[in-house]
């Protein structure tokens, strides 16, 4: 923690200060009954973990660290939500939140990074209306298949600045005594702090179909790329891990953020359960007219030594398959945006992306749009791409239920937020868990091409679920 909490009461008056910042707000011409306001706050910066933390006990809370940037938000509780289901649950979404967006009374947020209100949330990989061939399983209750969530109280961390977002409902009394009271509490437990010990936890492992199973499912998806149209599809392992203690949600995140630096760590604690994971897969990311992506498709393992690393990476630099699979990704993203751009940049060939424990083929795009778009129409369009599902999109989406005896729910779907200006971030929920007492759903997808090796793609498979098995106990293998 960056600054005590106690000295000078610190807490108490920010309690104070935020009560009556919303009471002026609420008391402002142009805050109407029933419509979203906003206060912006600069406060002193938290460790986002040990906020997350301290808000154990209360109905929902997000967090969404990106070490590389500085930048971090804690969301605690709700003031406003939007939720969805079936195939048009994108554009739903969307739609209701540009409603609330452009009726909500936000005053000036000064430095704040993002502007108020700000939503955060998810959406599932596939649509609850037979695109998969799978109902919703139980492990998923928790999560609609679109859900944006306008939380009470917003921490916002940019690199050593801090701000607090505080939203409620005009009108609602009960809203704003709810927001100043939950910031009281969350700011006391983050003072107490965590100790930040986990005993390591004996993890037994279970899947819904064998490797050998799996490999004979990858054998007939080759067969599938080599008689008809399929040119690629993403088949996913579900892993079911049960601990003979309760799993440490923030113990699991500081070992992912430690580890994966260059990740975007996130966690959606909803009910009993919480999905978090460390996904180095960004969907799309919107600055005023300014998009950038993440092709992510290709991997190869880590080097124990320099010059073994080095040689990997080369290796997989040159590898016909790898890069194929690479140009199917790359290719589908240019066909997205190009309609709706000025400016597009793609480098001509890709680059190494090193993780901690495996390296892909990367490459970054970034375009300028021709016309004003959101950040969640971006997502409509992009999502999935041929990195989480395949192609072509809709041939490949439809033929995953008759291969995966699980539904994926948010797992490869894209998680992450928005402002009031339709500017925001969503990433690819890969390298990712959902987590609930003692259990946990892990998942890891590999792409499927001509090609492809089915020992190879088990063997790939398994160094994608590593990051999330070693975040839970904390070993390796």
């Known amino acids: 923690m960056t600054t005590s909490l106690r000295e000078g009461a610190i807490a108490e008056r920010l309690a104070e200060r935020l009560a009556e910042r919303m009471s002026e707000a609420f008391a402002a011409e142009t805050a109407n009954s029933g419509e979203l306001v906003s ?22 809370r997000i967090l969404w660290e990106q070490p590389s940037r500085g930048l971090s938000m804690v969301a605690v509780g709700v003031a406003a939500q939007i939720t969805a289901e079936g195939p048009n649950r994108f554009e739903n979404v969307a739609t209701a939140w540009r409603k609330i967006s452009a009726a909500a009374v936000a005053p000036d947020p000064g430095a704040c ?58 009108g609602e009394q009960s809203g704003r005594q709810s927001a100043a009271d939950e910031l009281t509490t969350v700011l006391a437990r983050a003072e107490a702090g965590s100790d930040g010990a986990s005993a390591p936890a004996t993890l037994t492992l279970s899947e819904a179909i064998t490797a050998s199973e799996w490999k004979r499912a990858v054998a007939s998806i080759i067969g599938e790329i080599e008689s008809t149209e399929l040119r690629k599809l993403v088949l996913a392992r579900h892993v079911h891990a049960n601990s003979d203690r309760p799993l440490q949600i923030g113990a699991a995140l500081r070992r992912l953020r430690s580890r994966y630096q260059r990740c975007t760590t996130f ?54 398959k ?124 590999c792409g499927i091409v001509a090609g492809s090796d089915p020992g190879r793609e088990y063997e790939e498979s398994r160094m994608k679920l590593e990051p999330m098995l070693w975040a839970m106990n904390g070993a390796n293998g």
């Open 39 to 60: 206060v912006t706050l600069p406060l002193p910066r938290i460790d986002p973990v040990t906020l997350f933390e301290a808000a154990v006990e209360t109905d929902e």
């Open 322 to 445: 790898e890069r194929s699979e690479h140009a199917l990704v790359v290719e589908a993203l240019r066909e997205s945006l190009a309609p709706i751009s000025t400016a597009l940049s793609i480098p001509e060939r890709p680059r190494l992306l090193a993780m901690a424990n495996v390296q892909h083929l990367h490459t970054p795009v970034e375009a300028t749009l021709a016309a004003d778009e959101d950040v969640l129409g971006l997502a409509a369009r992009l999502h999935p791409t041929p990195a989480a599902g395949g192609v072509p999109q809709r041939m490949a989406c439809d033929l995953i239920g008759s291969y995966e005896p699980f539904d994926r729910g948010w797992y490869a779907g894209p998680v992450g937020w928005t402002d009031v200006r339709g500017d925001g971030e969503f990433v690819v929920a890969i390298r990712s868990a959902l987590l609930r007492g003692r259990d946990a759903h892990l998942y890891a997808g």
């Open 113 to 170: 990074p993002v502007r108020a209100p700000v939503s955060l949330g998810g959406f599932s990989f596939s649509a609850g209306d037979g695109a998969t061939g799978n109902g919703r399983e139980s492990a998923w209750g928790d999560f609609p298949e679109a859900l944006l969530t306008v939380p009470r109280l917003l921490f916002v961390s940019q690199d050593d600045s801090s701000w607090l977002i505080a939203s409620a409902i005009s």
């Open 267 to 320: 966690a959606f604690a909803r009910g009993e359960s919480c999905f978090i994971g460390a996904t180095p897969e960004r969907l799309v990311r919107l600055d005023d007219r300014t998009v950038r992506i993440d092709c992510l498709a290709g991997t190869a393992a880590r080097g124990a030594s320099k010059a073994e690393d080095a040689a990997l990476g080369k290796a997989l630099l040159a590898d016909e």
